[in-house]
T-cell receptor, first 113, second 115 residues
Framework: EAQVTQNPRYLITVTGKKLTVTCSQNMNHEYMSWYRQDPGLGLRQIYYSMNVEVTDKGDVPEGYKVSRKEKRNFPLILESPSPNQTSLYFC????????????FGSGTRLTVV | AQSVTQLGSHVSVSEGALVLLRCNYSSSVPPYLFWYVQYPNQGLQLLLKYTSAATLVKGINGFEAEFKKSETSFHLTKPSAHMRDAAEYFCAVSDGGGSNYKLTFGKGTLLTVNP
């Protein structure tokens, strides 16, 4: 089954403790992206990657890092999480160009206390 | 810069009634337009998309949307609401500019269906 897999689904952590949210897709997509979803704000892009070793900032990149060492994986790294990063995070991938739409993962609900 | 406005953060309808969720966009180039649905505790699922072919687009679960360039709108409709349609709906635009083809989302509309 074609899918984007995120782990973990739920995570509670403390301020300042580094964490990584993993994302993997099995569709051989070149393009991957991370979004965060907050009530009343919709989804906002954090980072995206056009291909292996090619990443760039989205609209809200502060406090996040990403890497793209393999085509299928696109982890999101929070080096020093803060409470304002409490959110619902989605990884997405797409093939081809913009007309294809994205395939989304099931989401990771992160709480930073 | 592209943007999406969804009118009404919450829409409530009776089962069997018409569903109309409004979406207006701004884009400097011909856009690709999408509607996604999010059921509770789930990710986003693509309902339908407009990619410059037919202006009336049919999607899954009986939903359809019409692209109106003159009104810069892409409203989502369903003739008869069902209880299972209760979810949050997001309109999104990708203008194809540059290489990102970033999806810009509206803030979402929560659809409630009353028995």
């Amino acid at each position: 089954e074609a899918q984007v897999t995120q782990n973990p689904r739920y995570l509670i952590t403390v301020t300042g403790k580094k964490l990584t949210v993993t994302c993997s897709q099995n569709m051989n997509h070149e393009y991957m992206s991370w979004y965060r979803q907050d009530p009343g704000l919709g989804l906002r892009q954090i980072y995206y990657s056009m291909n292996v070793e090619v990443t760039d900032k989205g609209d809200v990149p502060e406090g996040y890092k990403v890497s793209r060492k393999e085509k299928r994986n696109f982890p999101l790294i929070l080096e020093s999480p803060s409470p304002n990063q409490t959110s619902l995070y989605f990884c997405a991938s797409r093939g081809g160009q913009g007309r294809d739409g994205y395939t989304f993962g099931s989401g990771t609900r992160l709480t930073v206390v | 810069a592209q943007s999406v406005t969804q009118l009404g953060s919450h829409v409530s309808v009776s089962e069997g009634a018409l569903v109309l969720l409004r979406c207006n966009y701004s884009s400097s180039v011909p856009p690709y337009l999408f509607w996604y649905v999010q059921y509770p505790n789930q990710g986003l699922q693509l309902l339908l998309k407009y990619t410059s072919a037919a202006t009336l687009v049919k999607g899954i679960n009986g939903f359809e949307a019409e692209f109106k360039k003159s009104e810069t709108s892409f409203h989502l409709t369903k003739p008869s609401a069902h209880m299972r349609d209760a979810a949050e709906y997001f309109c999104a635009v990708s203008d194809g500019g540059g290489s990102n083809y970033k999806l810009t989302f509206g803030k979402g509309t929560l659809l409630t269906v009353n028995p």
